[in-house]
């Protein structure tokens, strides 16, 4: 018996009469961005720490037909004036807030070869939330400057019309928070 794909070629078999097989194992971000070319990264950032919850990275999926899959996220405070790590000072996630305002920032496409635009409103530089979500992380900094790195296993989907909110909340009254995400679109299931 001879096995063979559709162009002919056939498969190699072992001297057990068994098919070899090779495969490569990629993460799904990589498939997407390669082969559906959906993969992106967006940054936020904000020079207005206050004693406050402040917003640093707003992104609405305004697709109708793909789901938004939070693969990474990177974040970290430069010159913050409260002294960390602290019980009041954390980085915190929301799910289905409204934001308007700050500064629009348009993500990038991993793939350079792309010209796909991500189906997103993306915002930064202190947007304001006029409707608060659902908080679903809260993340403790260690010491100022240190860089911080969440990765939620894909964990997190934004489904059409949702959205995803960085902020960053601390008792000190100057500083800089910035964010690095890196998420991909996907057509919803089911």
Not at 52 to 74: E, G, Q, R, W
Not at 130 to 138: C, D, F, I, K, L
């Amino acid at each position: 018996m001879r096995i063979t794909n559709r162009d002919g070629v056939e498969m190699d078999v072992n001297a057990n009469h068994q098919a070899e097989t090779h495969s490569t194992t990629i993460k799904e971000i990589q498939w997407f961005s390669r082969h559906k070319r959906t993969a992106y990264s967006a940054w936020g950032r904000t020079d207005t720490l206050s004693a406050a919850k402040v917003p640093v990275l707003y992104i609405k999926n305004t697709s109708s037909d793909k789901d938004l899959i939070i693969y990474k996220a990177n974040f970290q405070t430069i010159a913050e004036a409260a002294t960390t790590p602290a019980v009041g000072i954390y980085w915190s996630v929301d799910l289905g807030s409204v934001c308007s305002g700050g500064t629009a920032m348009t993500p990038i496409n991993l793939n350079t070869g792309s010209s796909n635009a991500a189906e997103v409103t993306a915002l930064q530089s202190t947007p304001t939330i006029g409707t608060t979500g659902t908080e679903t992380a809260r993340i403790y900094p260690g010491v100022d400057g240190t860089l911080l790195s969440v990765d939620d296993g894909e964990s997190i989907v934004v489904a059409p019309n949702g959205s995803w909110l960085l902020n960053y909340t601390t008792t000190g009254t100057a500083g800089i928070a910035s964010a690095l995400v890196f998420f991909y679109m996907k057509d919803v299931v089911g």
